[in-house]
């Protein structure tokens, strides 16, 4: 038989590439599925600035459904407009766009194959309050499929009283995503009558999230940048007995992303809520990096920010990521 | 290639006319959506008064389910007669009727393809008092296109602890609406325990309820008229930050509109209870026009006043939106 | 119980009025079907320069799979383009717009809601000749629902050894749209190795064509004019018994009406080949009227004519069966 | 309201860009396909060497069927490998590459997201002799869905006496395949009783094909490259009477694009059999370029060349229509 | 067109009674039938002039489809109205009507409640002459049940080469109609090329159907007056040793009726041509009676002799069934 010549590998984006060595080497990781899923995830790995490096910046935008649209757009009013984050995301050069149903299906059309585009399946408002947040499931399958998106994403609360039902909801959704060939995209974000307030983002509470969603069968985990805090004290005597690291942010990335399958899964971090000061961003981005974490998930960040500044700050991350001095 | 020359543009409803540039550019907004729910909203775009205005007032009658008979109907005793409700939208020349199951099928035969209709496919009575409401399922997407309407109607309470039910039960109804060429109309009303009483039309609270709404993919958005107080108080900073301007009855539509995708959804508001002078309502009408508001939804206050007075009211209503004067 | 004051009666098209007396005549032969298929025959009784009247006149379009497309749309190129038979009807003021698949997709979008669409879902080309012709389906109904159609357009050609399947499958997708709420529209072409070539035409086959059609349950047959030849020995003998006036085109259109139920479902008439004579086509138009036909279904002789042409020639039409002086 | 600022437009493939005019006026012209559809056009358009020109070389890999593996790979035994025809297509810049089931299997996880991909649904052998031929449908929906495919491909013959069946199949692939958000490819080939063998391809028939596959609603159409022989006796008076021009090969590429609705439907032209001298297809190139034809899909003539003289072909060709001198 | 007589008015059945003995003997022969195949035999049973009885006299009008319109209707003009044959049904007494779809649809929610419907599921037609007749499925359980029929009615031809595939297809049919709890009547009416002429009433012919009906699951059977022809050869012998008694039609139809699970099953003999002499019709209503058959099935007889000749004659027939003196 033929063994076939290896084609040149180059950046891709350009025309008659194969993929990079890392991403076909991420791309093994997920050996169980189908090329259908693999191809999608390729479609993030490969689009846009970081394109082939194994690294993402994602832009999600479901605050106006999280938080209410006031404290979401108005900082940066153009932002109101469904068709800005489509804009921002693909002159950005980020890898993809995450939303909910909404906002997708409001610009899926105008921006056809511009942007890989994750749809948001549940979201959760505020208006009313719960100790032990459950986000309405609110897109399908068939939705993702018919808006022509890479992946579906789902977001869990780990540590609700409802934690049960979502880990269920995402089982039957990914189970129904991957046959169709999409990619699964988890949040994983503890919270509810579990856990302390600041224990959501405890070290132990993040990494145990991220091994919740990975063992749910996600292919992309998005957890919260971790703190140097324990909440279980169950987990204490672990951290303290083996001396598992978690001084610095690296060393806390680099924890999590070996508590999601040894860094066999795709782990990403949050921005989380809005800073003014970019280096403190930028800085984030270099922990993440140092620690092995594949990259950054910027929603407030960058489109609460004027148009320009947003640009501005997410070349400075993808700058870091792609290991560049800006 | 052919270049086809433009057909005349004119009022719809005569016969042989493109739609007017305004209502197109309206469908426009829905570019995500098969032709079938285009359609269907140009149908009510296209009809009655305001046709080709890019305005619509809609006829709602579920007040006998939400309310019981005499409080809904002794005002005014014809109105007792499904028929009655039929007439008085076609005479008014509404855009559209919106209706339980039984009020419909109780016309649909007599006075098929004379007005656009609406399928309320929830409601909710109040012989059970509960501080979180939840509508029950009524109707179905295959009552709606075997009574021959327009569209599915239904109505969710953010701020009850049963919001996420709801938001789950729309969505499901709402794809498959979609697939098969309807439009989907979303009464936005948020109640429950989460709100205080007043909080119900606070702006920032109406607001989040119309975003909610178009981030679970309603065309159209039914919302309250929003009052200048504030519910949240997560939510005044923003207000107050950016000094987003809610002084008078304009400026808030302007905001909920702008909160709508940026005015990228047909948003219109409820007339809510009756009020004996008519003056008052149209007044509303005028701010609702100013805010770049697309219409009202006038139900007590035409049902319940004697069909002359109704249809003198209806008609000023209408003249505001047309920009005329009455 | 209050007795509702009838609305006014006006010409359709104008907003607020009811239908005709006329249109609900019509409407009321059809007392077994569901209010949706009601609202659609309603759509198309009810648009363009003859709504109202209970005459139609529909645009057909399917020369470009029946025929090809040279010998379609090369004496008027500009009809090569699928946006062309939606302005030409749209223009000249037709009831309703009917054509395969890829026609009515290249346009539904565009037009939405501007013209009642009738989606044929079958057809039939003459690469290969057969003498028993058999046409595949080429479309479903759920294809109609998502690009918005009034009605499901389906041939059958009785006398053709296949006409039983063809039977079986129009029963099944009548079925199907009847419970969606869609007309029904088929068109009774008599062929194959059952008839002479002259028989397809002659009186007793066109009138057994329509009673097939009828009892297929068709909301509108759509038939060829007939002549005045008998082609069944066995029915010569009831025609000659009887005497059955054939003699004018008006008597014979009159038999193949009553033929259809005594008059009690809508039958129109096909134009058939291009002909040069605006007079000859008129005159026609004169005989069904005559006859008590309810209008005509006119593909070549307007779409193969220059466009001024073509609508100078269906206005001629149309003020016939208006029963105007063009 | 905000005005978003364009972004910047450049040729794709690069990170950060949107489509360009021209593709974004091919998306244009399928408005009633949802957005899936339309981005797995635009990832077609995007792809390769001629990204962002709406001019596309795809390569097809379905002779080992068709023809048997001898006849197919004899001639470059490297080609019997599933993977070098993924290779040959990435390495050339193809826009996609489509092949049957079992080939794609054999390489889709390896080449995952690295070319768009095409399963073909149905195939033919030349085991089983027939006068009037009729392929199998040898994958599903859900075949190209897990092997991430941005299309479907189905093959149908017009002129064979199972024509209709093969549009029946296709009907209902078509349909599924769209809800899914996938694109649609349809070989017309006419073949069969009706036909003689020169008519296969002369220009009325192959004109004819086209206009079936695009009413079929196909979204890209693939012909063979026209003679200028008439077949059929009816057309050739519409050809005579209207002066179609039909003497050289780009007036002929000219009429095909016509019939293909006015050239708002993707139409490439198939290279057909082997020839050894590269000057004669890169001539057709030049000619299915000036009639404005939308490109090649080179079969033979690329994997049973050797692979540089393959590549030095396929991107003499892709020079042809990127306009540029190679 | 038709202008009914009004029917009279009256109390239907008598309230307050159980079925007689012998309708409950009847019921009792169906005991694996559910409760709702039951009630609509009943139904039947009790309805019109014979109620009661346990004989039956029902009114088929299928000519239509089976003949042509004019053969069929212009003996009696105003049987092209399909009210018509409602109301003679209704004041003659019979105990159901059995019509094709189109003929039920046009009158089933006029006549709601008012008469036992069949809905019969196939047709066939003469347009296409066949030696081996095979009837087009024409409607289904489904619209048996949204028509309110208390039957189904579906016609074997046995002895033609396709007999095979009808039984097959009232096999699923009966299947779904008894789950539903309709009632199954099948015409049984040997035809073919298995059959000479004379032979498809031939005695041994006749009882054959008859068998093969009750065996396919049939409630009720419809079958023709035998001759004293003997058309198998190897049925002959049997005949002729068992000398069974085929001379006078009362032996000829006891002999069917014997055929028929030994008279456990309702048999009933259809009048065939229409007839000048009524009192030939009545002295073969003697013979069915004499013979034990079940009643007449009478068609052409009605329909087409004039309005007041048509009642005189059914009520004879009936007078006959029901024992008294007419």
Redo the contacts between chains.
Sequence with gaps: ??S??A??EAP????????TARVREI?GWYSAD??????????M?????L?GTGRMVILPV?Q??E?????S???N??A?????HF?LA????CNAYAA???????????????IPLILKLN????????KDP???????V??A?????AAIGFTIYPGSSMASRMYEQIRGLAEEAK???LAVVVWSYPRGSGLSKAGETAIDVVAYGAQIAAQLGAHVLKVKLPSDQIEQEVARKAYEKHAIPIGTLAERVRHVVQSSFDGRRIVIFSGGAKKDDDEEIVNEARGIRDGGGFGSIIGRNSFQRR?PDALKLLRRIMAVYAGETP
């Design positions: 038989m033929a076939p010549t084609t040149r891709p984006g350009a025309a008659g590439h194969r993929s791309l189908n090329p259908g899923s693999k191809a999608n995830l390729a479609r790995l490969n689009h846009g600035t394109a479901d106006g459904f938080h209410g649209p006031a404290r757009f108005a900082p009013p153009p109101y407009d469904p068709r800005y804009e693909i002159e950005a050069g909910p149903l909404g906002f997708l299906e409001a610009g899926a059309a105008e921006f056809a194959g511009e979201n959760h408002d505020v208006l009313h309050d719960e459950f986000s309405a499931v609110t897109g399908s068939g939705d499929l018919r808006l022509g998106c046959r169709a060939g148009r």
